[in-house]
């Protein structure tokens, strides 16, 4: 399963880089908002800056409606590094797009997916990437781990190619679960990344085994 990091603060894609367990970045305009990114000419440069800290695929929302303004914003996007991803909704003039990038080789990230309709249309329209929001599902008292299991049975039964990308990703173990369900990629904020790590005994344990090395 690969690891993307959610996010448009640098810091923090620096941090989850350094690990060394990084294969891309996905942001959305809430997260570019966040860190008071504004005008076409900012955000461009935005992308420029990650796509320059991370070798993988970054995810860049577009934030038109209309299927021509989605392709113009996506080719744009596009231009700025070969490795931008085209992040477009799930709505009618979306998968009408990702249809249109699809055939012209612009990889995508079909979001806002929230069922397993949404994942075949997305999968149909040959996205590169679709992304259920498990959290979201959990928050509206569904099992958004559940989904990525459903999706990926679907995916698999029919051969589709689309990468199940598990976002909107709360917790270390949301991770575990989605790796378990058969997410092809999770992207989480940093917490959850680092959250990982932590184990109880694994503190004492070292602990233990510093205390011995000084008898060494
Ligand atoms: O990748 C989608 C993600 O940014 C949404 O997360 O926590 O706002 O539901 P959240």
């Given amino acids: 399963m690969k690891f993307?990091?959610?996010?448009?603060?640098?810091?923090?894609?620096?941090?989850?880089?350094?690990l060394g367990i990084l294969?891309?970045?996905?942001?959305?305009?809430?997260?570019?908002?966040?860190?008071?990114?504004?005008?076409a000419e900012a955000i461009a440069a935005h992308y420029k800056t990650i796509?320059?800290?991370?070798?993988?695929?970054?995810?860049?929302?577009?934030?038109?409606?209309?299927f021509k303004s989605i392709v113009e914003e996506g080719k744009k996007l596009?231009?700025?590094?070969?490795?931008?991803?085209?992040k477009v909704p799930m709505i009618k003039d979306g998968v009408k797009a990702l249809k249109w990038f699809t055939d012209n080789?612009?990889?995508?990230?079909?979001?806002?997916?929230?069922?397993a309709g949404?994942?075949?249309?997305?999968?149909?329209?040959?996205?590169?990437?679709?992304s259920p929001f498990i959290g979201r599902i959990d928050d509206s008292n569904w099992d958004g781990?559940?989904?990525i299991a459903q999706i990926a049975h679907i995916y698999q039964v029919q051969g589709f190619e689309t990468e199940i990308l598990a976002a909107s990703i709360r917790s270390a173990l949301h991770i575990v679960?989605?790796?378990?369900?058969?997410?092809?990629?999770c992207t989480c904020p940093l917490e959850p990344i680092l959250g990982l790590l932590k184990h109880p005994l694994t503190d004492i344990g070292l602990a233990k085994f510093l205390e011995d090395a000084k008898k060494l």
């Fill in 177 to 185: 679960k989605c790796a378990e369900a058969g997410a092809d990629v």
């Fill in 51 to 66: 796509c320059d800290i991370v070798d993988g695929d970054i995810s860049a929302e577009v934030i038109s409606t209309d």
């Fill in 4 to 18: 993307f990091i959610d996010t448009a603060n640098l810091d923090q894609i620096r941090e989850a880089n350094e």
């Fill in 78 to 86: 596009a231009a700025i590094h070969p490795n931008i991803v085209v």
């Fill in 145 to 147: 781990v559940e989904l």
């Fill in 118 to 130: 949404q994942a075949i249309l997305a999968a149909k329209a040959g996205a590169t990437y679709v």
């Fill in 105 to 115: 080789g612009i990889k995508t990230n079909c979001t806002l997916v929230f069922s």
């Fill in 23 to 39: 294969d891309g970045v996905t942001t959305n305009p809430s997260l570019m908002a966040k860190e008071g990114i504004k005008g």
